[in-house]
Structure formats: C-alpha cells, structure tokens
C-alpha cells in the first residue's frame, strides 16, 4: 500500500492547483473560434482573430503542418505552418499608455495573439449559398461537414458557396474587415479569394472607445510560413527531418516582377527545396 505523507498530499495539491492555473491561463491566451472553409478540394481552417497562429486550433505539437491541404480527400496533405499579420504605424498617441509611441505595432501570429489587448473579434461568420446536406447512416452523422462548419447564414445570391466574414477591432484604432471566398465548381475548388479592408475608425476596443487620430506611415505585414507536405514529415509517414514540418527546407520565389518598375507583384510560390 502506498503511503503520502502530509508534505506530499499538500505538494500534490499545489502541482495540481499550479497546473490547473496555467491551464486556464493558456486558455484565456488562446481564446477564440475556428471555422473551415471544406467544400471543394481545397480545405483550411481560419481563426476568429484574423490570422492563424502556428498549432493555432488545437494548440499541439503534431499540429505543426495544420490546414491549407490540397487535395483534401487524401491523407496528410496539410501544407500550412504558420501565418501572421502585423500592423504598425508612427507617432502613435496611445490613451491606454498615456503617452505617444514613436512606433506602435499590433500582431497575430506566428506564435502568439492578444485578443484581449490588440486584435479584438466582433464579427466571425460563414455565410453560405446553402447550407451543407444532412448525410446519416444507420442513424449517425456521416459527413465531415457535419463536424468542420457552421454555417451561419444563408444566401443563394451570394457570389461563392461560402465566405468567411471575419471583423477585428485593434489597438491601433484601425478595424480590420476580412472575408474569404471558396467555391464547389470543379474549375475553382483549389483556391481561396481573400479581401480585406482596413478603416481608421479609431475603435480601440470592443467597448467602442473612440480615439480618433491620423494613422501615420501604416504598414501591413503579412507572413506566411508553409511546408509541404505532412504526408512527407515527422507527423505523417517521417520521411524528411522534424525540421521540415516548420519549414525549414521551404524555398519562396515571387514568380512576377513589373517589367517597368521591377516592383514584385503580390504573389509568390512556396516549394520543397
């Protein structure tokens, strides 16, 4: 029979208590919803913040590769690593701080966000032409579908069979409004139309505190961080070093440049070098 001395039962307890805290302290730090875009070949899940952390939906270590899969119907075709979406501006007057930033940067991702204090989200809702089909067999929910989206709104006139409608206050006073367009059509299942809007409407926070104030020198960054595929890395069959499931061996070319300015167009392709 084991035996616990009352220094051990009260160690216990406070390992427990410890563990109990730093669990709802993870889970307030990585608040928020999820929703996927599944219906045609490509499939990817987004998060209510407006961008996707790294392992940002189940927060696991084998959720290294996690989304963008293509195509979805075959195992292990996860190609998203990490995604973020960084902000900054000059000469911010700050009235949570009381003083003025020579710069002031609001993020999400790649590894961490702030709901709470810098990307705050109002809105976040599927709309769909239709909703998805009911399929049961022998009386048990028998579609993915069932369990990968919730659609929230239904519109046969919409221009795609879905769209994520995502709205995020900042810190910065600059609301961001993001809707994603995926499609069924055969010819247009393997893509994703992204659109986003920024406004400067000076809402700081949920609350709708409005501090007006002219946004000076604002840059929007994006990062993207894939690696393909996990059918090929540690998580799927362990063909390619760990290394490869965060990317490491991913090369990133733009494939158009201005032919009068030399200015690189908004694209880029992401291949295993």
Request: hydrophobic residues 40%.
């Amino acid at each position: 029979m084991l035996r616990f001395n009352d220094y051990s039962l009260n160690m216990a307890r406070k390992i427990s208590t410890i563990a109990v805290f730093i669990g709802l302290m993870v889970a307030g730090l990585f608040a928020g919803e999820i929703q996927w875009l599944a219906v045609g070949d490509l499939h990817d899940w987004f998060h209510s913040a407006g961008c996707e952390i790294e392992v940002g939906r189940r927060h696991l270590v084998s959720d290294q590769q996690d989304g963008l899969q293509w195509p979805a119907q075959f195992q292990y075709q996860d190609t998203k690593a990490a995604k973020a979406l960084w902000i900054g501006c000059k000469d911010f007057d700050d009235p949570v701080a009381g003083k003025v930033f020579n710069y002031k940067v609001v993020h999400v991702g790649p590894r961490v966000l702030d709901e709470n204090n810098e990307f705050m989200t109002e809105t976040f809702e599927l709309w769909g032409r239709q909703d998805h089909p009911l399929v049961y067999v022998d009386g048990l929910p028998a579609s993915k579908l069932n369990y990968l989206e919730r659609v929230d709104y239904v519109d046969p006139d919409l221009p795609a069979d879905r769209i994520l409608y995502n709205k995020v206050r900042t810190s910065l006073g600059l609301t961001m409004t993001r809707k994603v367009y995926a499609f069924v059509n055969k010819h247009h299942s393997n893509y994703f139309i992204y659109d986003y809007v920024f406004k400067n409407d000076g809402i700081i926070d949920l609350k709708g505190t409005k501090h007006a104030q002219t946004l000076k020198d604002v840059v929007v960054f994006f990062q993207y961080r894939y690696a393909p595929t996990k059918e090929a890395c540690a998580y799927g069959y362990f063909w390619l070093p760990q290394s490869a499931t965060w990317g490491h061996s991913v090369m990133n070319d733009v494939i158009y440049n201005h032919p009068q300015t030399g200015d690189p167009f908004r694209a880029l392709i992401s291949w295993l070098g």
